[in-house]
Structures are given as C-alpha cells and as structure tokens.
C-alpha cells in the first residue's frame, strides 16, 4: 500500500536554528499538508498546499514556517528560527481526492 | 467555534466492546474520521464515514452517526490488548482545503 515517508523521524536541534523537516507523499496525490502535535495535546493543522502553492494556513503558520515542494516529489517543512515551544511531532498528509487522507508517520522535533 | 470534542479515557477488559464518543461541529461536514495512534506512531486511519450515512461497519468496527446531534462514535467489537492506544476522532472541514480538525484523543487501556 502506498505509504507518506517522512525524514528524519526524529531531530534534535539547538534554539534559534533553522530546521528542515522532509516528505515524500503518494505520488498521485495532489493535496498536501502539515500538521503538528505537541506532547500530550490534539493534532492541530498548520498549512495546506495544493497546485503549487498554500492554499491555508493557521494562526500557528506564522513567517518562522515555510513549506516548499522542489522537485514534485518532495515537501518539506522550514522553521527558520526554531523556539523551544516548537518542540513536538509533525505529520505531513496527502490525499489525492475528497477523501482518502494519508499520514506519514511524524517526525518528532526537539529544541534544546 | 471549531471544536471537536471526545472523552479522554476509556478503560474496557478483553473480549468486551469499547464505545468512544465523539461530539463535533461542523454541520455540514462532508467526512468524518476515526485514526488510531500508538504509542510514538504515527496517525493510521481506521475508517471514516460520509455525512449522508448513518452506519458503516467494517470488521470489528462500527461507526454511529446522528447528524442531528452531531454526535459519532465509534465501537470496537471484542477488544484486544492491541487496541489499547489513543483514538482520535477528526471531521473535514467543508469551507477548507480539506482541512482536518481532531478532537483531543480518547485513550483506550484494555486490561486482561
């Protein structure tokens, strides 16, 4: 069965650095998003990307974040300048049409 | 508001059934959504179910939906100790690019 990969599954980085969090989806899938759960807490959306570019976005996306998708087959997540509350685990999902979303597995990010 | 919300623990012994509930709060949400997590995994999807259905069954699953309420649950026939995790439930926003809200995760413990 078609699987979302993401890389690294786990990432320890100091404060203030910049992080780049990796996903392959299902390669005919055309709707892409971020989503993050801090410790303990609910799965909360960041973004959707769809036909190249964000399609929405929540209050937590702010101008620390970018996503990028380079080569039609990668989509990454940018945090420029990592905070220690940026701490938790990130799920990419694709999903090709109504229905049918896929999670990747998380990437579990930890800001010393 | 958008709020999604679930009981946060349910303690069910092997061989029973397990019932997790769910209130959501969207109207007019087009899919609603049961994932399961395990400890340090990531999101599996266990089914969804279409807002014109009432039931959907599959295998040992059963999901309820009362549209007037707006209230889903899920049952899970003869737990096993491999059904203890957390079970989010989740509805596609329909005035979003398939955004997902999740409700807070109920977790099951299955005891012997």
């Known amino acids: 069965e078609p699987e979302v990969t993401q890389t690294p599954s786990h990432q320890v980085t100091q404060m203030g650095q910049e992080v780049i969090l990796r996903c392959v989806p299902i390669?005919?899938?055309?709707?892409f998003y971020w989503y993050r759960q801090i410790l303990g807490q609910k799965v909360e959306f960041l973004v959707s990307?769809?036909?190249?570019?964000?399609?929405?976005k929540s209050e937590i996306f702010d101008d620390q974040f970018s996503v990028e998708r380079p080569d039609g087959s990668n989509f990454t997540l940018k945090i420029r300048s990592t905070k220690l509350e940026d701490s938790a685990m990130y799920f990419c999902?694709?999903?090709?049409?109504?229905?049918?979303?896929?999670f990747g597995s998380g990437t579990r990010l930890t800001v010393v | 508001g958008e709020d999604v919300e679930q009981s946060l623990f349910l303690s069910v012994r092997e061989g029973d059934s397990s019932v997790i509930n769910c209130t959501y709060t969207d109207s007019s949400s087009t899919y609603l959504y049961w994932y399961k997590q395990e400890p340090g995994a990531g999101l599996q999807l266990l089914t969804y179910?279409?807002?014109?259905?009432d039931m959907k069954q599959d295998q040992r699953l059963t999901v309820l939906l009362n549209k007037k309420d707006k209230h889903l649950s899920l049952r899970i026939a003869d737990t096993q100790t491999g059904d203890s995790a957390i079970y989010f439930c989740a509805e596609s926003l329909t005035d979003s690019w398939g955004k997902l809200q999740f409700g807070a995760g109920t977790q099951v413990v299955v005891t012997p």
């Open positions: 990307f769809y036909n190249n570019e964000i399609s929405e």
């Open positions: 999902a694709s999903r090709a049409g109504t229905y049918g979303y896929t």
């Open positions: 179910i279409f807002s014109n259905m």
């Open positions: 390669s005919n899938h055309l709707y």
